[in-house]
């Protein structure tokens, strides 16, 4: 328990309130009533940010708090509280509507059909979080507490990104012009990439059995249909969709370490970037156990946990999941003989988990479920 709960709960009312003035029915003004909501929501984080910083560092340094990261929302129709839900202490989502405003920057006053629908489903599903889940999990706005060091976060982000594919390319390149001079086309990136090509995926991890021409383009198709992009030139396509991933995931790396987070990482493609940038750092035990936590976590997401999962009551099963404290007993199953999540055998981690996951968590509400029918 943090001292600071029933702040927390106000607060989380009040951002409550402000969500539900958007009209979520309506089609009319779309553009203006989602950056109104944005402004709302902005100044609302704004105003609260000192008083946040305090409440998410008692919070971090009582409990073992996850956020979930590279999602936007957590998508209760599609049954992610359960997973979600089941990993640490305290679960903390990350404001979906603040993470979308840079969706609207480049559409002004005209907005794709899937952006609308995207957005629309975010703001529902925080109302229902808010709503019926209000106990387990924890929206706050992370952006706004790191609004001081916005300025030199893009900075870091950009010498990393540089640095990533400097050394990827084992030539020191620092500019988009220096890029596209150096090479004209993408086969020739690829070639001079030679093996390391293979890391720069973007739409899942089948991306590394195509070209990189074919994995940029199936990135900018797909993220067309939410916000047009009208760039031709294959190398600037190259440096948008690689560098969105890489500052992405130092972003998650900086949170993590800045608030005392673990990240809870659904997409593989995250996970696979988090491990690259995070690895290189991984002497820190900290970092280290982050990644480890990391990649837990999307695995139990994915392989895990079962697709009917939502034929269990949730309350029951999420109880069950913070009193056994699940996420440890994977972490230790995995991890304790020494193996390297660099080295780890992600099938032989998958049976593992899902041997521990029925003896500890399906076979027990099994035999509760069959007491309380009796």
Known sequence: ???????????????????????????????????????????????????????????????????????????????????????????????????????????????????????????????????????????????????????????????????????????????????????????????????????????????AEASLGDRVKRWFAENNRMIPMSISNEIDQFFIASKSQIQQTLDILQKSLCFNLFPYIRFEVTLQYFILIAGAFSDDDSIKLRIEYALISNLFDNYVIPENIDEVDFFKHCQLCKEKRIWEIFRNAVFSDGTSFFSINMSDAVRIMTEVYKAEIQDVLSLLEKESGR
């Open 1 to 207: 328990m943090s001292k600071y709960d029933h702040e927390l709960k106000h607060i989380q009312q009040e951002y409550l309130a402000i969500l539900k003035s958007f009209p979520l029915e309506s089609d009319e003004d779309f553009y203006y009533h989602a950056v109104s909501l944005v402004d709302k929501c902005e100044l609302f984080w704004m105003s609260r940010r000192l008083e946040m910083l305090e409440i998410l560092s008692d919070l971090s340094a009582c409990a073992q708090c996850f956020f979930l990261s590279g999602a936007i929302y957590l998508d209760i129709s599609g049954n992610g509280h359960y997973a979600f839900g089941a990993i640490g202490e305290r679960s903390i989502i990350n404001d979906p509507v603040l993470r979308m405003k840079n969706f609207f920057i480049s559409n002004i006053n005209s907005v794709s059909d899937s952006l609308k629908h995207y957005f629309s489903s975010a703001v529902s599903d925080t109302i229902t979080v808010l709503e019926q889940y209000s106990d387990y999990f924890i929206v706050i706005s992370t952006e706004s507490l790191l609004y001081a060091d916005a300025d030199d976060n893009l900075e870091l982000g950009e010498k990393v990104y540089w640095d990533v594919l400097s050394s990827a390319l084992n030539y020191d390149i620092r500019d988009l012009e220096t890029l596209r001079n150096k090479f004209p086309t993408i086969g020739e990136l690829e070639k001079d990439l030679g093996i390391a090509a293979k890391r720069f995926i973007f739409s899942d991890l089948h991306d």
